[in-house]
């Protein structure tokens, strides 16, 4: 039997302004969700238009208000940041980053070519980079922040099948460190969230069959399947002032198979 979940209501997230990327399904999706869901002011960039203009309309539906979403190809680094910049002037400045983006292709040592390292880190590993590039100087406007990098757990338990994606999620942790103390002098926090397995429709339909569910199984501590949307509660957490000194950190969401 599953537990019922009381979850939290963060007060200071209230009014607050969020930037998520690719945030139209899944984990982003959840996220941009869970914040509108506490009162923050939400946008997001995606290339899945429908998906975001369902997920935008059934935020409104439920009462949660109007979330901001651009069309957007995050691999290419001066159209997010001009996304960002109009958010930022239709909003206000941003004291939320969630870099969530990422796209876990499969492929084999030797099939990447120069140029497919340059793709898989284009999505997987510089928009994180160039986003807090671009939402820093409104977050120090604001006398303070919170960056939030989705890493992986996948890498540390030695998941083959995605070489380049790998190396792009383990770069999570060393830019989460790599920051943490030029932005902590101006009371931006930045700390990695590493989902484990998670349930999304692409997870369920492109790589979960009988075998990985059973992998699951036996390596998780907990019984039960996790959730974008158990995912997008850490992130809450660590975006909110209830995690105030907590900063240059990694925080696993994994069921305890790490
Ligand atoms: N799902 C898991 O099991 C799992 C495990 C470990 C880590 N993660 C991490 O969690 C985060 C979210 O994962 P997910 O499973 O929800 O991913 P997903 O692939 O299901 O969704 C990614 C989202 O990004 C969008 N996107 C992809 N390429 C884009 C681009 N070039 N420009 C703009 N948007 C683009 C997609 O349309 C989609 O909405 C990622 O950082 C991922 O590495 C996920």
Same mark, same amino acid.
């Given at each position: 039997m599953v537990m019922k979940r009381s979850l939290a209501v963060f007060?200071?997230?209230?009014g607050q302004r969020v930037f998520v990327t690719g &945030? /139209? !399904? /899944?984990v982003g999706a959840a996220i941009v969700s869970a914040f509108a869901a506490q009162g923050a002011q939400v946008a997001f960039v995606d290339v899945a238009d429908e998906d975001s203009q369902q997920l935008v309309a059934d935020i409104q539906a439920q009462g949660f208000g109007t979330v901001w979403w651009r069309h957007c190809d995050v691999c290419d680094v001066a159209a997010l940041q001009a996304a960002m910049a109009d958010a930022r002037q239709e909003l &206000? =400045?941003?004291s939320i980053l969630v870099n969530n983006v990422a796209s876990d292709d499969r492929h084999t040592l030797e099939s990447v070519t120069p140029d497919y390292w340059d793709e898989r880190m284009a999505v997987n590993q510089r928009p994180a980079f160039f986003a807090i590039q671009a939402v820093v100087p409104g977050m120090r406007r604001l006398g303070g922040g919170a960056i939030i990098n989705l890493g992986s757990t996948g890498w540390q338990q030695k998941s083959g099948g995605y070489p380049c994606y790998a190396v792009a999620k383990s770069s999570m942790n060393g830019l989460t460190r790599g920051l943490a103390e030029t932005l902590g002098a101006d009371r931006i926090r930045i700390n990695t969230v590493s989902p484990g397995w998670v349930m999304t429709p692409r997870q369920l339909s492109k790589w979960l069959d009988d075998a990985t569910l059973g992998q699951i199984r036996h390596n998780q501590c907990l019984p039960d399947m996790i959730q974008a949307s158990d995912v997008a509660r850490m992130v809450l957490f660590l975006a909110? =002032? =209830? /995690? /105030?000194?907590? !900063?240059a950190q990694e925080f696993k969401v994994d069921a305890g198979w790490n």
């Open positions: 007060p200071s997230l209230r &945030g /139209a !399904t /899944a &206000g =400045d941003f909110s =002032d =209830d /995690a /105030a000194m907590c !900063t």
